[in-house]
C-alpha cells in the first residue's frame, strides 16, 4: 500500500509535481528559449528530482507538446463556453464577442503566444502535426460561425473552408507580432475584428 506523506496522496503529489515542471517550462521556454533550455535547469525551478521529471515526461519536447495542446484548448474552451450564452445575438455582435475572448484568452499571459507561435514552431514532426491539427480545429470553428452569418443574411453562403484556414494564419501571425513588438491588444482585436468581417462578409469574384 503506497502511503501518503504530510497527509497529501501520492496521486496529488504526483499531480502538483507535474504541474510545476509545467509552470516552470512555461516560464523557461519563452525567456530562455525552448532550444536553449535544459531539464536541469527546468527541475530546479519547478523544485523537482530528474528522476521525478522522466517519471512524468519522456524528454523536454513532450512538455512543450503538452503545454501547446493546452494552451489552445484553454482559448477554446473558453470561446466555447462564451457561445453557448450567445443563443440570441445578432451574427456581428456574436463574432465580435468571440473574438474578444479568444484575444483576451491568448494574450491574458504573453508567455502562452510566444510559446504557441515561436517557441513550438518547427521543433519536430509530432508537434507540427499537433500544430495542424489544432489550425483545423480553429478552421472548423470559424467556418461554422461563417455559416451562421451567411444563414442569417450577414454573408453570402458559400464554401467558407480557405477562408478559415487564412484567418487562423492571419491570427497566428499578428499574435506573433504582438508578443514581439508589445503592441497594444486593442489594436490587435480591432484588426483581427475587420480581417474576420471582411473575409467572412466579401462576395467572391
Given at each position: 500500500?503506497?502511503?501518503?506523506?504530510?497527509?497529501?496522496?501520492?496521486?496529488?503529489?504526483?499531480?502538483?509535481?507535474?504541474?510545476?515542471?509545467?509552470?516552470?517550462?512555461?516560464?523557461?521556454?519563452?525567456?530562455?528559449?525552448?532550444?536553449?533550455?535544459?531539464?536541469?535547469?527546468?527541475?530546479?525551478?519547478?523544485?523537482?528530482?530528474?528522476?521525478?521529471?522522466?517519471?512524468?515526461?519522456?524528454?523536454?519536447?513532450?512538455?512543450?507538446?503538452?503545454?501547446?495542446?493546452?494552451?489552445?484548448?484553454?482559448?477554446?474552451?473558453?470561446?466555447?463556453?462564451?457561445?453557448?450564452?450567445?443563443?440570441?445575438?445578432?451574427?456581428?455582435?456574436?463574432?465580435?464577442?468571440?473574438?474578444?475572448?479568444?484575444?483576451?484568452?491568448?494574450?491574458?499571459?504573453?508567455?502562452?503566444?510566444?510559446?504557441?507561435?515561436?517557441?513550438?514552431?518547427?521543433?519536430?514532426?509530432?508537434?507540427?502535426?499537433?500544430?495542424?491539427?489544432?489550425?483545423?480545429?480553429?478552421?472548423?470553428?470559424?467556418?461554422a460561425e461563417a455559416r451562421h452569418a451567411a444563414?442569417?443574411?450577414?454573408?453570402?453562403?458559400?464554401?467558407?473552408?480557405?477562408?478559415?484556414?487564412?484567418?487562423?494564419?492571419?491570427f497566428t501571425g499578428l499574435l506573433r507580432e504582438?508578443?514581439?513588438?508589445?503592441?497594444?491588444?486593442?489594436?490587435?482585436?480591432?484588426?483581427?475584428?475587420?480581417?474576420?468581417?471582411?473575409?467572412?462578409?466579401r462576395t467572391p469574384s
Amino acid at each position: 500500500m503506497v502511503r501518503s506523506y504530510g497527509g497529501i496522496p501520492p496521486e496529488q503529489r504526483k499531480a502538483e509535481r507535474r504541474e510545476r515542471l509545467l509552470t516552470a517550462a512555461l516560464e523557461l521556454f519563452t525567456s530562455e528559449g525552448f532550444q536553449q533550455a535544459k531539464i536541469t535547469h527546468l527541475c530546479k525551478l519547478a523544485g523537482v528530482s530528474t528522476r521525478n521529471f522522466y517519471e512524468e515526461f519522456e524528454n523536454k519536447e513532450q512538455v512543450l507538446l503538452v503545454l501547446h495542446d493546452s494552451i489552445n484548448r484553454l482559448a477554446l474552451e473558453h470561446v466555447t463556453a462564451t457561445l453557448a450564452e450567445l443563443t440570441d445575438t445578432d451574427a456581428v455582435a456574436r463574432i465580435e464577442t468571440l473574438l474578444d475572448v479568444f484575444v483576451a484568452t491568448v494574450t491574458a499571459d504573453p508567455r502562452m503566444p510566444r510559446l504557441n507561435y515561436v517557441e513550438a514552431v518547427g521543433v519536430n514532426q509530432e508537434l507540427e502535426a499537433q500544430h495542424q491539427e489544432w489550425v483545423d480545429r480553429w478552421a472548423d470553428f470559424i467556418e461554422a460561425e461563417a455559416r451562421h452569418a451567411a444563414e442569417h443574411g450577414l454573408a453570402p453562403k458559400r464554401d467558407y473552408r480557405l477562408t478559415a484556414i487564412a484567418l487562423v494564419g492571419a491570427f497566428t501571425g499578428l499574435l506573433r507580432e504582438w508578443q514581439a513588438r508589445e503592441l497594444p491588444v486593442g489594436d490587435v482585436t480591432e484588426e483581427l475584428r475587420g480581417l474576420m468581417l471582411a473575409a467572412i462578409t466579401r462576395t467572391p469574384s
